[in-house]
């Protein structure tokens, strides 16, 4: 603190104040009206404001409150000069703005103790305003750099929604629909199908580990071994003896995508999966589960199962096995996969929809179809959870089998 402002219509007064703040290194602005101080106060603001209470015109007070209006961050520390000891003057001025008071005639020391005071306050002050500042420009650059991160998160979002390319497909004796929906930005669920051969279809569910950036690029990785369009590196295929593509049995695709985590990719994220493959021809269907929910098989006549071997997530131990099942489909039957975020999205009191609350869900849905129902499904579990949103990425897989063609 350097320069102080002297305010004051007594030049004498002016004048001796003047020569002891100069005598201590201090830079002396003075004005003899309130009038005169806020025009120095506009152009040269001051460090420190010592005003007289009494003047003509502007009193001390009202320069003060005019002082404390001026635009600006910097803080000016205001002592008011008064003869009167009255509290009720003290209240005024300092519900007025005013910092501090020293009565007149000014002792000498009392005013440089009033005025060391002050600069304390204003250091930290100054201090509090740097740190702020600092805070401020750090909370601009992370703006910065969270609007570039959410530009790149929307990028792979429509990225990672581009790995589900059709939503549904017709076999003609079948049809098949997919959902994708992410909590966040990207996830770690995904679906998919890929084309045996003219009467065999794959389907799978996936749900990596977390929610993030980590977990999205895992499940476009895993999308390249199952891929549609891309038969040469689709795990779950192989060649015949005669030369034909066949697959490999779903237990058999797991354990090798198992292998591929544990022992090709240094990763510490896993993954539960379900994966079934489906004979367009009778209706037979192979499967297989990690850590997966339950398979939902809708019949035609309404009832409903949910059953399979559970089994672990892939990743988590080297040369695990993956126990194979089977059912079979009739004309009309339905087969839904669905991730872990439907039966444990909870509801507003954190109860938690489950397998029984599924079923009753999907029998109210018997009569969508099977283009449709998926989107009515997620609609409706918006509405369980009270339309806050869901907790996890939601994600399904749904067939229906029509029976061979006549």
């Known amino acids: 603190m350097r320069r102080v402002l002297l305010v004051d219509d007594s030049r004498l007064q002016r004048r001796i104040l003047s020569a002891s703040l100069a005598r201590d290194g201090y830079e002396v602005l003075e004005a003899?009206?309130?009038d005169q101080a806020l025009k120095?106060?506009?152009?040269?603001?001051?460090?420190?404001?010592?005003?007289?209470l009494i003047m003509p015109g502007m009193d001390g007070l009202e320069f003060c409150q005019?002082?404390?209006?001026?635009?600006?961050?910097?803080?000016g520390y205001f002592?008011?000069?008064?003869?009167?000891?009255?509290k009720e003057e003290?209240?005024?001025g300092l519900e007025g703005g005013a910092d501090d008071f020293v009565s007149k005639p000014v002792n000498?020391?009392?005013?440089?103790?009033?005025?060391?005071a002050g600069e304390r306050i204003l250091r930290m002050q100054r201090e509090l305003t740097d740190k702020n500042r600092m805070i401020s420009d750090t909370l601009d650059e992370l703006q910065r750099v969270y609007d570039s991160l959410d530009r790149d998160l929307i990028e792979a979002k429509k990225l990672q929604q581009s790995l589900v390319r059709e939503r549904y497909l017709d076999f003609g004796t079948g049809a098949v629909s997919l959902e994708l929906l992410s909590s966040g930005h990207v996830g770690g669920d995904l679906v998919g199908q890929y084309r045996v051969n003219d009467h065999c279809v794959g389907l799978f569910s996936i749900d990596v580990s977390g929610h993030g950036i980590s977990s999205a690029l895992m499940t476009a990785r895993l999308a390249g071994y199952l891929s549609s369009s891309s038969v040469d590196q689709n795990v779950a295929l192989q060649k015949a003896a005669d030369g034909s593509q066949t697959y490999l049995p779903p237990h058999e695709v797991i354990a090798r995508l198992n292998h591929i985590i544990m022992d090709e990719l240094e990763t510490e994220l896993y993954f539960t999966m379900f994966l079934a493959v489906i004979d367009l021809r009778s209706g037979s269907v192979e499967m297989a589960q990690a850590g997966h929910?339950?398979?939902?098989?809708?019949?035609?006549?309404?009832?409903?199962?949910?059953?399979?071997?559970?089994?672990?997530?892939?990743g988590l131990i080297s040369g695990a096995e993956f126990t194979p099942f089977e059912t079979t489909l009739g004309p009309g039957d339905r087969l839904l996969i669905l991730s872990d975020g439907v039966t444990e999205c909870p509801n507003e009191t954190g109860e938690m929809l489950g397998e029984d609350g599924l079923a009753d869900m999907v029998s109210s849905l018997a009569r969508q179809s099977v283009d449709t129902l998926l989107e009515e499904l997620i609609w409706r579990l918006g509405e369980f959870a009270g339309g806050s949103g869901f907790p996890d990425d939601v994600s399904g897989v749904l067939f229906e089998f029509r029976g061979p063609e006549t």
């Open 293 to 314: 929910p339950h398979p939902v098989v809708l019949r035609s006549d309404g009832t409903i199962e949910q059953d399979g071997p559970g089994g672990l997530p892939v």
């Open 32 to 34: 003899e009206t309130g």
């Open 40 to 52: 120095i106060c506009r152009e040269s603001p001051p460090d420190l404001v010592l005003s007289d």
């Open 108 to 116: 000498a020391h009392e005013l440089r103790a009033r005025i060391s």
């Open 79 to 86: 002592i008011l000069l008064t003869s009167k000891s009255e």
């Open 90 to 92: 003290m209240v005024r």
């Open 66 to 75: 005019a002082f404390r209006a001026l635009p600006g961050d910097q803080y």
